[in-house]
């Protein structure tokens, strides 16, 4: 298939990624089952409102106020109304009695209606507060939450599906307070108290005019039901379309150098097709549900018209009376209408809060101790004894297999190896990223499993081959770790790296702002920030993980002379695949299949002739291991 067509069978392609999609959701699949009870969910919802507890009981008070005071329009119109009869019927006397009668009716309904109308903004307002006082709680406690799971939770989760639980989950839950529960407590008081005033006036039209009430109640719990798995599998396709759109943006140079925009503009199509959809269904579902409760309304006034006009007409009911019975059921017409939003609210709010507290509810892997202590750095000697990890956990092949070894300040060790035997899983060992499966890590005899996570990530610097640059300016990434350093010890950090030569050359110098993930700058320029940033720490463990790949053997032999200094005073562990760059390192291992299969100094596994040996020849033979150049430190 040319790839600068349009794909001829997308359906196949997003098939392929929305299995993709599952094997990342497996991990929170289980969690959102145990968040599967609306009740639970929306009662936690209310819990956390209450937080704010004056604005609650405002919002709550101002709503009871302004549903009673609606209730009130009803009689004042009734009685209105017979006074104007009065008025229309009587002599001279009674006209003026019926005058004065019909004055005071109207004075009450406009201050009725004024106060209704005062009270209902104050519960508006409130409720709209404390939805965007809950929406930003959450949000800080999610995005809190994400920052203390394990790299474990992150290598299954894409970052898509975290996104769209952290906006549009969010988002679902905010407007549940105005538009669920509000309402739903301004419903509950017009039916409640405008059944006892209709059923004490007249028992057989007060049983008329609620009587759409219980098939309303009904038909919104089947609506309900409905919605709410339609929310659900609604929000699942946002995220599938997160994970679309983030995976293009992230890849957008290869897009393009392979010409494949069609084809991720077809495949982002069929993906969003597919959550129209569900949102197509979602909508039909609402809106017959609430097509039919305002039938069933419309049938409940019929009636009441009918049966008080018949009263009417034969003289036992005034018309004053009826009018408050048809008011009434008016007034019960927007609410009515509103059910499927209240519904539709409850049913969203449900989900997205089950969604939402699946991943606050998980706890993370790595996790601090209780009273773990900080770490106590005394000679900064690291040793692994018997280390062996697996990626997934029990039944998984090894990653690493019996690893030990000891590096001290002061000492450098090398590790080498083929791709995929471990190399990278050592560097994510030491600062906790991840527990061994077996075996200990220690630094200066302390398990780094029992001490305070954040002392120990303070002791331990690893420097990734695959370097993160944020969308801010060059000294604030070089001072990321320690966000208050003068310009004396950025420069100063710049000049370790050798970056303040191509610094000079840029428009703003350290000022200059460097694209998302520092796409302005090239492999080598990136790798030598990230450099530098570690070298602003003085950390007493450093880790190169393969972090000098993009830079040319000169500049790493004048980075590794500038480092000198600092690797006196701190234990080095160097991961590559160019010898050139372990030749110095007191001991090399050799790691094969997550083993080290061998061990000693350069020259050492030299003489061995073994693997080391054999890649260090077809090395020299390619032209890749560079001997330390004139006048460089060693």
Known sequence: MAINTPDPNPDARIADARDSFAVYQGRLAASDQRHSADTRILWRIIRLALRY????????????????????????????????????????????AARDALTYAALLLLGASVLRGAFTLIHNYNGEAIGHLLSYDLRLAFYNKLQTLSFSFHDQVHTGELITRGMLDVEGVRMFINTGLLRLILLTVLIGIGAYLLLSTDLLLGLLS????????????????????????????????????????????????????????????????????????????????????????FVAMGLVLWV???????????????????????????????????????ARASTCGSRLFAVLDLVPVIGDQRDAPALDLREGTVRFEDVSFSYTGDGAPPVLRGVSFEVGRGKTLGIVGPPGSGK????????????????????????????????????????????????????????????WADDEMIQGAASVAQIDG????????????????????????????AIARAAM???AVLIFDDSTAAIDAETEQRIRAALKPHMENCA????????????????IVFLEAGRIVERGTHDALIAEDGRYAALHALQNQDGEDVEALPGAAE
């Open 572 to 587: 080095t562990i160097v991961i590559s695949h160019r010898l050139g760059a372990l030749r110095h390192a007191d001991e």
């Open 537 to 539: 720490l003085r950390s």
């Open 308 to 346: 008080g006009g018949l009263r009417v007409l034969d003289g036992s009911m005034t018309v004053g009376t009826l009018t408050v019975f048809l008011t009434f059921i008016t007034i019960l017409q927007a609410p009515v209408r509103q059910l499927g939003l209240l519904v539709n609210s409850i």
């Open 424 to 483: 990278s899983t050592i560097a994510n060992l030491l600062p906790r990223y991840y527990d061994p499966t077996d075996g200990q890590i220690t630094i200066d005899g302390q398990d780094i499993r029992d001490v305070h996570i954040a002392s120990l990530r303070q002791a331990v610097c690893v420097v990734q081959q695959d370097p993160f640059l944020f969308t801010a300016s060059l000294e604030n990434n070089i001072a990321y770790g320690n966000p």
């Open 53 to 96: 507890r004056l604005r609650v009981a405002v919002a709550i008070g101002a709503t009871i106020v302004a549903a009673v005071f609606q209730l009130a329009i009803p009689p004042l119109l009734g009685n209105a109304v017979d006074s104007a009869l009065g008025l229309l019927r009587g002599g001279a006397a009674e006209a003026d």
């Open 502 to 529: 191509f610094v000079d050359q840029l428009p703003d110098g350290f000022g200059t702002l460097v694209g998302e993930r520092g796409v302005s700058l090239s492999g080598g320029q990136k790798q030598r920030v």
């Open 210 to 297: 609620l009587s759409f009430v219980p098939f309303v109640a009904w038909q919104s719990s089947v609506a309900r039901l409905k919605l709410r798995t339609m929310w659900l599998t609604l929000q699942e396709r946002m995220a599938a379309l997160g994970q679309i759109m983030d995976e293009n943006l992230t890849g957008i140079r290869v897009v393009r150098a392979f010409g494949a925009e069609p084809y991720e503009i077809e495949k982002y199509d069929v993906a969003s097709e597919e959550a129209m959809t569900v949102a197509r269904k979602r909508i039909k579902t609402r809106v017959a549900s609430t097509t039919v409760m305002t039938f069933a309304y």
